[in-house]
């Protein structure tokens, strides 16, 4: 059995490469098809709300600007936050334009394609630098998360797979959900995406602990935490593996979008 990790062993053990290439960037159809789902969910949600405003967080984004491709056209500024080091840094050196950066081009290539509406892959990505203004630690497991920063409610929050990886057990994912919603300004849009019933995942040859929630519990939290779900979909498109090896013991995967009170 490999050992899982969790909490300050992220900041020595994850591997952001390995991780975005065996989650998200791997052509291989059932990792293109979370990326297609995650890609419809944002795209339904934002559209057909009309959710705009100037302000989006960004909760324990990892290294992963997917979600922010999209959400950069209608929220100008961007406050994207992780726990890790090492994922700050990625995003950071990507804002940047650092010679050793990630190339995140061919998924907003994919995104500009898919949204089908003429943006440049070489605009979005001058916009997603823009909009991108601050890079933060964050720690779920705190009461104010983004400690020692203090900020206006956002007009909108966005969240993947972090609270399920930072929460030991059940009460304190719920907790979780109460500490990201006060965060939320009331009229203000959760986008959410977590995994079904997982209980590790992998990023390279590295195992990472996720509590194992479904879809009851997620909507409790959320409701518990004052919002008014919105929509929800179930996706059973979930990586059996990559290169033989499986990334994850997951069911499926969870968006959900909701309205805070
Ligand atoms: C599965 S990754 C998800 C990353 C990204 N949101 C995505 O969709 O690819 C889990 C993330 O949870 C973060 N994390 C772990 N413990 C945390 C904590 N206590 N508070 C906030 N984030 C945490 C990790 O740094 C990691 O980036």
Known sequence: ??????????????DVKSYLQEHFFSDKPDIQKVSRFHFDMIHQTLRKGNFTGPRLLEIGGGPNLGNAIQACTRFPE??????????RQSVEKWVKNMPDAIDWSRQIQRTCDREGEG??????????????????PCDLLKSNPLEPKVYEPFDAIMTSYCVEAASPDKNSFKESMKSIIKLLKPGGI?????????????????????????????KEAVVEAGCRIVSSTISDTYSE??????????EGILFLAAIKQ
């Open 1 to 14: 059995m490999a050992m899982i990790h969790s909490g300050d062993a992220y900041n020595s053990v994850f």
């Open 78 to 87: 961007i406050v994207f936050s992780d726990y890790t080091e090492t994922c």
């Open 119 to 136: 943006s440049t892959w070489e605009d979005r990505q001058a916009l997603l630098r823009r909009s991108i203004k601050e890079i933060i």
């Open 190 to 218: 959760l986008i959410m995406f977590n995994t079904v019933n997982e209980s590790d995942y992998t990023a390279g040859q590295a195992h990472f602990y996720s509590l194992q929630v479904d879809e009851p519990l997620v």
């Open 241 to 250: 593996g990559y290169n033989g090896e499986r990334v994850t013991d997951g």
